[in-house]
């Protein structure tokens, strides 16, 4: 039996997250299809916790995931050699943490790079275009590995007030998106943001301490974090230490 699916028209509001479909149907978190990326709806859909994600000649799809998975900042799990890779790039000349020197470069880097398992992108040209204005409208920013003058690595993110959505990492050298992550997860502990949405439950994410939340608890942290005063998106080396002990400087 077919179940009931919104397909919306450009400017017709998104369904309730609630009416997501559940576990017993074929895509479980699939809540409406249709309706357009621009920059008022991609606002309005993170604001009530729901995320476009669709393939190459699919319409633009909305989800709403039961659980979410999400990053308690203080939470992240600093494993031993992660540690250590964080000091070594701290110490080095040339290797530097930026933020939003490039977001077209690193979304472009991170649709074109392939994945495990993948045999294509959800980052389609449509969505490329949508995040840049996005980016522009200072709702989307881009944290950036860079050694040498040269980009090897970063991750791009939404963020309402200080309610933050990861979306997606790329690394074109060793731990370069870990490194680009524990930048994030330093940035938000000085924000005081305290969750980073990471949206799908990966067995990596899980190593790094993201965790599954009820889909309620999670709307009612994305309304209140994102009803107050954006910040400064800039990277400091500073911001280490949130991580890094001051010997291990």
Known sequence: M???????????????????????????????????????????????????????????LWWSPEPRMVLPVAQFRLHRSLRKTLQRFRATPGCEVRVDSDFSAVIGACAGTPRPGQAGTWIVPQMVAA???????????????????????????????????????????TDASKIALAALVCLCRRAGVALIDCQQNTRHLASLGAREMPRAPFLAHVAQASALSDFAWHFSSLYWDELLPVQDA
């Open 131 to 173: 995040y840049e204005k996005l980016h522009a409208a200072g709702h989307a920013h881009s944290v950036e590995t860079w050694v040498d003058g040269r980009l090897v690595g970063g991750l791009y993110c939404v963020a309402l007030g200080r309610a933050v959505f990861g979306e997606s990492m790329f690394a074109h050298a």
């Open 2 to 60: 077919s179940l009931p699916l919104p397909w919306l028209s450009a400017d017709e509001p998104l369904p309730s997250p609630e009416q997501a479909w559940d576990d017993s149907s074929p895509a479980p978190g699939l809540l409406a299809a249709g309706g357009s990326l621009s920059v008022p709806r991609l606002v309005q859909a993170y604001r009530q916790g729901t995320f476009p994600w669709f393939s190459e000649g699919q319409p633009i």
